[in-house]
């Protein structure tokens, strides 16, 4: 039986320095640089990703799902490399599950971004991958942008990858403090519609993660126009 193993592999790296050698292309990574929106409204906060891989210059997934459930009340999205958001995501997830088993208490919002930004920094930027962090807690609402280099800022509002300057437009243009869920819904898919009409590498399907103030939370795809 193979045994499972758990945490980064760098069997690659033998293999494409082999290729170096015999002067052979490396593969290329798959990438996620799209558009990913995360909109806070009155009762919650709203997480949208549209869900397009690329490889090089060619589109080879239509599917992806950038959104990553960290705990019950904390989910993020980001853009990158694929193969770093994912493994990014599970590590900082399971830690994140022996904090709870060993506090339990629910995991505040703040403690997953930490771990996050830590593990980030401690890698110096090697991790190519941007997140958005939001969940909702004892504490309130919450919304984090992490940089690939472990930099971070709490706001309101946010949006990264290739299409975040066309929906950054729609957001500051019409983002109120007391929008209602239904408002936020329409904004988000407003401003990934700006985001894709304004990037080669997004389309048109997009995954929405709504996190409540009690603590609910609705997932769902939708299709941008």
């Known amino acids: ?3 499972f193993i758990d945490g980064f592999n760098y069997e690659n790296c033998l293999r494409n320095a082999e290729l170096e050698k015999n002067k052979s292309d490396q593969p290329k990574p798959i990438m996620a640089n799209s558009t990913v929106v ?3 409204f009155k009762d919650g906060i709203i997480i949208g990703a549209d869900t397009r891989g690329i490889c090089g210059k060619k589109v080879i997934m239509n599917s992806f799902n950038k959104i990553f459930q960290l705990h ?4 993020c999205s980001g853009i990158g490399l694929m193969s770093d958001l994912t493994k990014v995501t599970h590590l900082v997830k399971g830690q994140l599950i022996m904090h709870h088993i060993r506090t ?5 919002v703040i403690t997953a971004k930490q771990l996050m930004k830590t593990l980030q920094q401690r890698m110096q930027g090697t991790f190519m991958a941007s997140f958005v ?14 940089h ?5 800022e709490k706001l309101l509002f946010s949006s990264v990858g290739s299409g975040q300057f066309g929906s950054m437009s729609i957001i500051e243009d019409r983002w109120k403090v007391d929008l209602d869920e239904h408002q936020a819904r329409e904004l988000m898919i407003d401003a990934i519609s700006a985001g894709i009409n304004s990037d080669v ?4 399907n997009v995954n929405l993660c709504t996190i409540r103030r009690d603590f609910t939370v609705d997932q769902c795809s939708v299709t941008a126009l």
């Open 38 to 40: 995360a909109v806070q």
């Open 133 to 146: 962090i939001a969940g909702a807690d004892k504490m309130g609402l919450h919304l984090y942008t992490l």
């Open 72 to 75: 019950d009340n904390v989910f």
């Open 1 to 3: 039986m193979d045994q």
């Open 201 to 204: 590498f997004s389309i048109f």
């Open 104 to 108: 339990n208490r629910r995991i505040l």
């Open 148 to 152: 690939f280099d472990g930099t971070s």
